[in-house]
């Protein structure tokens, strides 16, 4: 018996949800959370690494735990966001951000491996 998370839309609906939630922040004008610049910059990082990571991880429940397609999917829209960002006036986009977008996503991949390893590795009692 398949229950409502089962379903595609059960299962799709969260990611874009953060979705939206990614392209709202993306549509504010640039703000500073600092007016020291190396704060500023760290801080807007760390939002563009756990954006991303959680944004993989709920790709990756979507696609029933496809790694790959997973980190695609994630890529296409953080690149999409950027050519967003672009038309945002105060805003810009950055070739580097995909960085930290990937390494966002690849954080949660590796985090969400090493769980199904443990997984696996468990004693069952």
């Known amino acids: 018996m398949k229950t409502k998370l089962d379903s595609a ?5 969260p990611v874009f949800l953060w979705a939206a939630v990614i392209f709202a922040f993306s549509s504010i004008t640039q703000i500073k959370v600092s007016e020291f610049f190396i704060w500023d910059f760290i801080a ?9 990571s959680i944004l993989y991880v709920l790709i990756f429940r979507a696609t029933r735990g496809n790694y790959l397609s997973s ?19 105060g805003r810009s ?33």
């Open 44 to 52: 807007k990082k760390i939002a563009h690494i756990s954006e991303y």
């Open 93 to 125: 986009s950055a070739f580097y951000d995909l960085g930290f977008d990937l390494t966002g996503a690849n954080i949660a991949s590796y985090i969400l491996w090493k769980l199904q390893q443990f997984r696996r590795n468990k004693p069952k009692k």
């Open 71 to 89: 980190l695609i999917l994630t890529m296409l829209y953080a690149g999409s966001d950027e050519f967003h960002q672009s038309f945002v006036p």
């Open 9 to 13: 839309i059960g299962r799709w609906l």
